[in-house]
């Protein structure tokens, strides 16, 4: 359900990958993996629905296979919203996703 469980603080939460134990949210060098997935794509990791968080690489590892902008949650909110902080892969599914999402109806 979750890609995280913790709220971000003002100074942001010390939240690592699960698997490889890389900060999620660093300090603006490598970009954050900040997102969330849809519930059945989070049930195919065998984790809890707040079990913790995954990085992009371990999740796709977890999953065998490509996480595609499908994949992330349309009604997680501004998560899920393109930003100039996330990883430059991480935005380019955002922005994939949003553009789908505004070229509806
Ligand atoms: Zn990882």
Redesign the pocket.
Known sequence: MFAHSSRVGSNGPDVR??????RLLPDGRDGHQWYMVRDQVWDQTSLAPLGGC??????E?RLGRALTWRDLDQDAGPINRPSELDAPKLRALKVAAASAETGKG
């Open positions: 990958c699960l698997d490889c134990g890389q995954l990085c992009l690489a371990c999740l590892a």
